[in-house]
C-alpha cells in the first residue's frame, strides 16, 4: 500500500510595491537552495507579467495560464534550469491573469498540490502589491516572506501589503529581508522601524533574515541574466543570499540537506 507524498514547505516572496529586487532575491535563493542538493521548485506568481524566466535568461514555451485556461498537464511546463532548480513559468501581458476567479484559483491549488510533492522545497515569486493571485499565493504558502528597502513607499507599501494579510487571512510570523542597504546598521534599523509599527497596529512580532546590501555585481547579473551567485560567487549580496538561505532550510528541518 502506497503512502501519499507529503507537501514540501511552501515558501511566498512579495513586497508591497515592485522595483526592490523580489524577483532577483527569489531566483538567487532558489539557486542556493539548489546548491545545497535541495530540489527547488520556483513558481513565477506574477501571473500577468512573469519574469522569472527573463531574470535567469531562460526560454518559455509554455505558460501557467495554459494549465488555468486549457488544463495543459502543469508538469510538462516545469523548465530544469539547473540541478535541483526547477521553474514553473508565468504568462507575460496578460492582465485578466491577475484577477484569477475562485474557479481558477481551486483549479490552480489543484493542480499546484499535485506537482510540488515532487520537490523539498518550494518558492514562489509573486507579483507585487495587493492583488488577488498576491493575496491568494500568500494563503496557500506556508511561510511568507516580504521584501523591503529603505526607501518609505517601500516600507508604507510593504506594511499595506502585512496588514491585508493579516487582517484578511490570519497570516502571522511574516519574515522580513531587507535589500538595497548601505550597511547593515541600515538594514537592522529599517528592520526595527518596521517591527515596531507591526507591533503596535497588528500585535505582530517579525522575524528578521537579513540584509542585502546594495552590490554592482547584482546588476551587472540583472543585465547579464544570470543569478549573480553563480556569476560572481563571492560577492557581498551572494554571501548574504546564502546566510538567508541556511536559516530558511533550519526553519523547513532541511538543514542536513
Known sequence: MSTAKKSPPILCISSGKGGVGKTTFSVNLATALAQRDVKTLL???????????????????????????NGLDPASIIIEVQKNLFVLPASSGVPEMTG?????????????????????????????????????????????IIIITPDPT???????????LASRQGKKGFQLVVNNVKSKAEALNTFTN?????????????????????DTKVIQA????????????????????????????????????
Open 43 to 69: 513558481i513565477d506568481g506574477d501571473l500577468g507579467l512573469g519574469n522569472v524566466d527573463v531574470v535567469l535568461g531562460i526560454q518559455v514555451d509554455h505558460t501557467i495560464r495554459e494549465t488555468v485556461e
Open 100 to 144: 484569477l476567479s475562485h474557479e481558477n484559483q481551486l483549479l490552480l491549488s489543484s493542480v499546484l498540490e499535485k506537482i510540488i510533492t515532487d520537490f523539498d522545497l518550494v518558492l514562489v515569486d509573486t507579483a507585487a502589491g495587493i492583488g488577488a493571485s498576491v493575496l491568494w499565493f500568500n494563503k496557500w504558502a506556508s511561510a511568507n
Open 194 to 214: 518596521m517591527a515596531k509599527v507591526l507591533s503596535q497596529f497588528l500585535q505582530e512580532t517579525p522575524t528578521y533574515l537579513g540584509p542585502l546590501p546594495k
Open 222 to 257: 540583472i543585465r547579464s541574466q544570470t543569478p549573480f551567485l553563480l556569476s560572481a560567487p563571492d560577492c557581498p549580496a551572494a554571501r548574504a543570499i546564502h546566510l538567508i538561505a541556511n536559516q530558511l532550510l533550519k526553519q523547513a528541518g532541511l538543514q542536513g540537506a
Open 154 to 164: 517601500s516600507l508604507t507599501d510593504g506594511y499595506a501589503l502585512m496588514k491585508v
